[in-house]
C-alpha cells in the first residue's frame, strides 16, 4: 500500500511543479488579502500571481527560496494571526476582491471574519485550516481562486502523502525545543506538533496547553527519547551539552533538526508547508527528488540542494 501512493506521489511531480503557474500572470491582477501567514501560504502556492501582500514578510533566505515576485510583494500586517495587526484604512485602500482566512473555524474566528468582513465591505472566506483536511482546502482555495487545475493536483497529492503520513506508528517520544534556548515548547495535543504526533510520535510536554515555556529540569524529568527543533542556533548550542543529550542510562540522546526554510516542515506556520514535514515522516528514507518537487509545488522554485531533516550526533 504504501510503496503503491509513494508511486503516485512521485509520478505527479511533474504536474505539481506547475502548481501556482497555470493562471498566466495578469497586469493588476493582485487582488487577494491574506488575513494571516497561513492563508498567505495557501495563496501563493495556488496563484502566487493574486497575492496582494505578506502579513510578515518573509526574510532574506527565505525570500531567495521562494519564486521571483516574493520578494516585491509588500508586508501588509495581519487581519487575524501571523504578522503585526494590519490597518484596515490601508488594506481598504488596496481594493481587494477577496480575503482568505485559513486555520481554525471556530465560533470566536467565524465571528472576527464577519466583524471584519462588514468593516470592510469585502468577500471573507474562512477555510478550515485542519491538518487532516489539508486536501480539501486546497480544493477549496482553488476554486476561489481560479485556479482548479491546480488545485487538483497539489491535493490529489496531500491526500496521497496524509494518507501514508498517518499509517505510520512507529516513532519515538520527543521533545519540541523552540527557540535559542530551547525552553519554549508546545504541550501535547497543540497545532505546533501534530504533524509529529499524527506519525505516531509521543510528545512528553503534558500538563499545559498549546506554547508554553518549561525548565531545563522539566525536560530532563520528561526524559524525552528524541530531541526535535527547527532552530539551528538552539542545534549547535546543545551539541555536546550533557544535561540536554544525556539520558539516565548513559546513551546520547538523538536531536533531530528539521528545516525551517523558508517555511517550517511542522510548524511556523500551520499551513500548506506542513505537508513537507509529513511527507517525510511518511517516508524517511525515500526519495529527495519527491521532496524537491514537493517544494517546487508549494514555493515556485526547488533549492539547489534540497534540504531534509538531520539527525546530530
Given at each position: 500500500?504504501?510503496?503503491?501512493?509513494?508511486?503516485?506521489?512521485?509520478?505527479?511531480?511533474?504536474?505539481?511543479?506547475?502548481?501556482?503557474?497555470?493562471?498566466?500572470?495578469?497586469?493588476?491582477?493582485?487582488?487577494?488579502?491574506?488575513?494571516?501567514?497561513p492563508a498567505a501560504l495557501l495563496i501563493w502556492a495556488l496563484a502566487r500571481d493574486r497575492l496582494l501582500g505578506w502579513?510578515?514578510?518573509?526574510?532574506?533566505?527565505?525570500?531567495?527560496?521562494?519564486?521571483?515576485?516574493?520578494?516585491?510583494?509588500?508586508?501588509?500586517?495581519?487581519?487575524?494571526?501571523?504578522?503585526?495587526?494590519?490597518?484596515?484604512?490601508?488594506?481598504?485602500?488596496?481594493?481587494?476582491?477577496?480575503?482568505?482566512?485559513?486555520?481554525?473555524?471556530?465560533?470566536?474566528?467565524?465571528?472576527?471574519?464577519?466583524?471584519?468582513?462588514?468593516?470592510?465591505?469585502?468577500?471573507?472566506?474562512?477555510?478550515?485550516?485542519?491538518?487532516?483536511?489539508?486536501?480539501?482546502?486546497i480544493r477549496q482555495a482553488g476554486a476561489l481562486l481560479g485556479v482548479p487545475g491546480a488545485a487538483e493536483a497539489l491535493a490529489g497529492r496531500a491526500t496521497a502523502i496524509l494518507a501514508d503520513?498517518?499509517?505510520?506508528?512507529?516513532?519515538?517520544?520527543?521533545?519540541?525545543?523552540?527557540?535559542?534556548?530551547?525552553?519554549?515548547?508546545?504541550?501535547?495535543?497543540?497545532?505546533?506538533?501534530?504533524?509529529?504526533?499524527?506519525?505516531g510520535w509521543t510528545n512528553v510536554a503534558v500538563g499545559a496547553r498549546d506554547i508554553g515555556r518549561v525548565s531545563r529540569e522539566q525536560v530532563v524529568a520528561w526524559n524525552p527519547h528524541t530531541l526535535v527543533t527547527l532552530d539551528a542556533r538552539f542545534a549547535r548550542a546543545i551539541q555536546h551539552d550533557p544535561v540536554w543529550r544525556r539520558r539516565p542510562d548513559g546513551a546520547t540522546r538523538p536531536l533531530l533538526l528539521i528545516p525551517d526554510s523558508p517555511f517550517g516542515w511542522i510548524d511556523r506556520p500551520p499551513s500548506v508547508n506542513r505537508l513537507l514535514g509529513c511527507a517525510w515522516l511518511a517516508d524517511p528514507e525515500g526519495s529527495i527528488l519527491g521532496l524537491a518537487e514537493l517544494t517546487?509545488?508549494?514555493y515556485g522554485m526547488s533549492a539547489t540542494e534540497t534540504a531534509r531533516p538531520r539527525w546530530i550526533a
Amino acid at each position: 500500500m504504501i510503496s503503491t501512493r509513494r508511486n503516485l506521489i512521485l509520478g505527479a511531480g511533474a504536474g505539481l511543479a506547475l502548481a501556482g503557474c497555470d493562471n498566466p500572470s495578469r497586469p493588476g491582477a493582485r487582488d487577494v488579502l491574506a488575513a494571516g501567514q497561513p492563508a498567505a501560504l495557501l495563496i501563493w502556492a495556488l496563484a502566487r500571481d493574486r497575492l496582494l501582500g505578506w502579513p510578515r514578510k518573509p526574510g532574506a533566505d527565505a525570500l531567495r527560496a521562494l519564486a521571483p515576485g516574493a520578494a516585491a510583494l509588500p508586508q501588509l500586517g495581519a487581519l487575524t494571526t501571523g504578522g503585526a495587526p494590519s490597518s484596515l484604512e490601508a488594506l481598504a485602500a488596496l481594493h481587494p476582491r477577496l480575503i482568505l482566512d485559513y486555520g481554525d473555524v471556530g465560533d470566536e474566528h467565524q465571528a472576527l471574519a464577519d466583524r471584519l468582513k462588514g468593516r470592510l465591505g469585502v468577500e471573507w472566506r474562512l477555510i478550515d485550516g485542519a491538518l487532516t483536511r489539508t486536501p480539501q482546502a486546497i480544493r477549496q482555495a482553488g476554486a476561489l481562486l481560479g485556479v482548479p487545475g491546480a488545485a487538483e493536483a497539489l491535493a490529489g497529492r496531500a491526500t496521497a502523502i496524509l494518507a501514508d503520513w498517518s499509517a505510520r506508528r512507529d516513532g519515538p517520544s520527543f521533545y519540541y525545543a523552540r527557540g535559542g534556548d530551547g525552553l519554549e515548547t508546545a504541550f501535547h495535543g497543540a497545532l505546533a506538533t501534530e504533524v509529529l504526533e499524527g506519525a505516531g510520535w509521543t510528545n512528553v510536554a503534558v500538563g499545559a496547553r498549546d506554547i508554553g515555556r518549561v525548565s531545563r529540569e522539566q525536560v530532563v524529568a520528561w526524559n524525552p527519547h528524541t530531541l526535535v527543533t527547527l532552530d539551528a542556533r538552539f542545534a549547535r548550542a546543545i551539541q555536546h551539552d550533557p544535561v540536554w543529550r544525556r539520558r539516565p542510562d548513559g546513551a546520547t540522546r538523538p536531536l533531530l533538526l528539521i528545516p525551517d526554510s523558508p517555511f517550517g516542515w511542522i510548524d511556523r506556520p500551520p499551513s500548506v508547508n506542513r505537508l513537507l514535514g509529513c511527507a517525510w515522516l511518511a517516508d524517511p528514507e525515500g526519495s529527495i527528488l519527491g521532496l524537491a518537487e514537493l517544494t517546487r509545488a508549494l514555493y515556485g522554485m526547488s533549492a539547489t540542494e534540497t534540504a531534509r531533516p538531520r539527525w546530530i550526533a
